[in-house]
């Protein structure tokens, strides 16, 4: 069983940023591709970023697109969601997902984050 553990959220006026963090408990990072989802309320969760195992390949979701960066430092055992010109439409509970696959694109998700609170004013 990997424990995912998300950190960073908080409160931020529109336009600022914000950067998310992930790690795996007691496992190694390298050995999963991982995501960003988010759930905003009254929503169903949506997909924000993902990267591959390595970092070579990264995708976002379109409403994101331009403004969130995913990066992964393994040496850390970590992965980023580095939010910038956020928007109150972000506003959201995010989590951290990591799937024993290689590839970004495919593969489900295999373990989940308990999410981090990010809450965007106007």
């Known amino acids: 069983q990997v424990q995912l553990v998300e950190s960073g959220g908080g409160l931020v006026q529109a336009g600022g940023s914000l950067r998310l963090s992930c790690s795996p408990s007691g496992r190694t990072l390298s050995t999963y591709a991982m995501g960003w989802f988010r759930q905003a309320p009254g929503k169903e969760r949506e997909f924000v970023a993902a990267?591959?195992?390595?970092?070579?390949?990264?995708y976002y979701a379109d409403s994101v697109k331009g403004r969130f960066t995913i990066s992964r430092d393994n040496a850390k055992n970590t992965v980023y969601l580095q939010m910038s010109s956020l928007k109150p439409d972000d506003t959201a509970v995010y989590y951290c997902a990591a799937k024993r696959t290689y590839s970004a694109y495919e593969g489900a998700y295999d373990y989940w984050g308990q999410g981090t609170q990010v809450t965007v004013s106007s």
């Open positions: 990267i591959s195992r390595s970092g070579g390949e990264t």
